[in-house]
């Protein structure tokens, strides 16, 4: 009998211990998503992020995570019916004797990577893939032919140079290209009291950038934040565990979110520190006036650029600029010299034309990227009249919007400076929204791996003989990872 007893406890026991290998394996993935799921409302309810605020005073601290996952474990393993109180046999009776945070991946860690992926995955629900690839292109588009036709502004420095001293250009150009003159081109009339182009952007470019598009320039929001407040002027926290990276498909997501999140100077966000975000997000200074400024220098930019390639392909817009270079420099010039004020004309009459897109797109209205004939509105030979004539805001014309332009923008902007100054404004709304100054982003946990030891001492060996030899506890040990992304 004592034979078949030692046996049967000692059986007993053995599955007791699958039991508790069983316990430790769902405690330690319990006591972690626990823990997780107290993620930062105020972060959720506004930007729909999830992060675990790892945050005391104003510094990172694992240690109150740590201690408070320790207590959950604890509760979990006492072996107490709450239902009737009292105290029951608990067959599988062990303490959480350690319990450790080995790994864990900040929002601010790999330029705000985490905080890219999860955005991403929000908005994979709420937008077609399809049309984002197009939007892309477009943006790409853009940009390389911004690069290919260089500086246009550079060339009305160029001609108003020529101009400056035309003998000494008249000679060079010359001495450069001797032989048979070029065949001139053919011309158009040209109003006696024209005004030259050059003259007038010259006038208009010492106005600040603002006032040239904007009419009530008193009326641009002054919010600001103290940049020495912010994360870009700390010793940020280092997480050690590095997340998924974004892919191509991510990346586009991540600045959509940011498009919908953020507000902009056609969707003020009247409840941020800064009211117009998504010029914030591009251009990254600490107040609205800045940031508006830097958008229209870069959309004055853009407009210029494909105003001056339009110009290029119409055929009686060249002859008009052609015309006009050969009364402001002379008919007896080199024909490089005229081609040089010619292709400062144009330029200037490009930049007029910007400026009159600029205050379009600002007043609600569309631009298309490369515009038709109909769609011109600037007279090159009384370019001051149609610069402050009233915009084409209120027609009914094709073409993309101030946020579409921000999107081309934005889709031109490299993600990490957009994530992490996208978690900086996040920062400085929620410290003022919430009232609490300490608020960090590199305190927001994103990825945590949790080491857990678990220890329990043996039940049946020890009776009737069973167990011989054993006189130690069985130690288990735990290692989980959980990501909200």
Request: hydrophobic share 40%; charged share 25%.
């Amino acid at each position: 009998m004592t034979m078949i007893l030692s046996l049967i406890f000692t059986l007993l026991e053995s599955a007791r211990i699958y039991g508790l290998q069983s316990q430790a394996t769902s405690e330690s993935r319990l006591v972690l998503e626990s823990e997780m799921a107290q993620y930062n409302r105020a972060l959720y309810e506004q930007y729909h992020m999830y992060f675990l605020e790892a945050n005391a005073d104003g510094a990172l601290s694992l240690s109150s995570l740590e201690s408070a996952m320790q207590v959950l474990g604890m509760e979990n393993l006492q072996g107490v019916h709450r239902e009737t109180e009292r105290s029951a046999m608990n067959l599988y009776a062990m303490n959480l004797t350690e319990c450790q945070i080995t790994q864990e991946e900040l929002a601010t860690d790999n330029d705000g990577q985490a905080f890219a992926v999860q955005a991403a995955a929000y908005m994979k629900s709420r937008l077609l893939l399809v049309g984002l690839e197009a939007l892309y292109e477009n943006a790409q588009e853009m940009q390389q032919m911004t690069e290919e036709n260089g500086d246009v502004d550079g060339l009305m420095q160029q001609a108003d140079d020529t101009l400056g001293d035309l003998e000494a250009a008249n000679e060079a150009a010359n001495a450069a290209s001797p032989g048979e003159p070029e065949e001139p081109m053919e011309t158009v009339p040209v109003d006696e009291d024209f005004e030259n182009p050059m003259d007038h952007v010259k006038d208009l470019k010492n106005q600040t950038i603002l006032s040239q598009v904007i009419d009530n320039v008193s009326a641009v929001s002054d919010s600001s934040f103290k940049e020495e407040q912010d994360l870009f002027h700390r010793q940020l926290y280092r997480g050690n565990y590095t997340g998924e990276k974004p892919g191509m498909t991510d990346k586009l997501l991540f600045k959509e979110y940011l498009l919908d999140q953020f507000g902009s100077y056609r969707k003020v966000n009247s409840q941020g520190v800064l009211k117009y975000e998504q010029e914030y997000l591009i251009c990254g200074k600490s107040s609205d006036k800045e940031n508006l400024t830097k958008i229209v220098e870069k959309l004055l930019a853009i407009r210029e650029v494909a105003n001056y390639v339009f110009l290029h392909k119409d055929t009686e817009k060249v002859t008009l600029a052609y015309s006009m270079a050969l009364l402001i420099g002379g008919p007896s010039l080199n024909p490089a010299v005229i081609k040089v004020i010619q292709e400062g004309i144009i330029a200037a009459w490009a930049y007029t034309e910007s400026v009159q897109d600029v205050k379009t797109l600002l007043k609600g209205g569309k631009i298309s990227m490369i515009k038709e004939a109909g769609e011109w509105e600037s007279n090159l030979q009384k370019l001051s009249e149609s610069t402050y004539e009233q915009t084409a805001s209120e027609k009914l014309m094709p073409g993309i919007d101030y946020a579409g332009y921000l999107r081309i923008l934005m889709y031109m902007t490299a993600e990490k400076k957009l994530a992490m100054r996208s978690l900086n404004l996040m920062e400085q709304n929620l410290r003022q929204q919430t009232n609490n100054p300490n608020f960090r982003m590199d305190c927001m946990i994103g990825t945590m791996s949790v080491y857990t030891k678990y220890e329990a001492g043996p039940l049946f060996f020890g009776l009737f003989g069973s167990g011989n030899g054993w006189d130690g506890n069985y130690r288990m040990e735990r290692s989980n990872l959980f990501g909200y992304q």
